[in-house]
């Protein structure tokens, strides 16, 4: 038997793919979640947003959400676990923190449409992942799939085109 010359690297890639294989194959019914003290709802799972902007843009992460459109928080972490952003608001200013900088922004809204690239409906999200086809101007959403804990929105508006989709993990 002889042995295959691979590297190091095409073998911790090999087995990152494995992982997100794994990870993505995981079924269970995903769950609303409360805080300790039973205030807040959450969620976690995986992120992605397309964004037909100049140049496209796209990006993918880990999630956990908590809270509501008007007061909560929203961690960004890579499939490593590396956190790449803690954005958190209320009713009257909101922040986003990298591991490079602390930004402050007038409402949720802003925040959102500066760290995504493009305006999302923030308030139609939240109702979204409840389970209610709560309408948002120029977006449509399928939650045919929510039980299984998978959800998908997008823009209609051809000029500013987007696209969530969003896989959730159970609780």
């Known amino acids: 038997m002889t042995a295959r010359n691979r590297s190091p690297g095409a073998a911790l890639w090999a087995l990152l793919a494995l992982c997100w294989v794994l990870m993505l194959g995981g079924c269970a ?39 509501s459109a008007t007061q909560g928080s929203l961690e960004l972490s890579s499939i490593l676990g590396t956190r790449l952003a803690t954005l958190r608001w209320d009713a009257s200013s909101a922040t986003l923190q990298t591991p490079a900088d602390l930004l402050r922004f007038s409402s949720v809204d802003a925040m959102v449409a500066h760290t995504m690239g493009t305006a999302f409906p923030i308030a139609a999200v939240f109702g979204w992942l409840q389970g209610e086809a709560a309408t948002a101007a120029d977006w449509a959403v399928d939650l045919q799939e929510l039980p299984a804990g998978r959800l998908r929105a997008w823009r209609l508006a051809p000029d500013a085109a987007a696209e969530i989709r969003i896989i959730l993990e159970p609780g």
Do not use: I, M
């Not at 976690?44 to 999630?63: D, I, M, T």
């Open 29 to 67: 019914s995903p769950t609303v979640r409360s805080s300790p003290d039973g205030a807040q709802a959450g969620w976690q799972g995986r992120l992605a947003v397309k964004v037909a902007s100049e140049p496209p843009q796209a990006f993918s992460a880990h999630f956990e959400l908590l809270g």
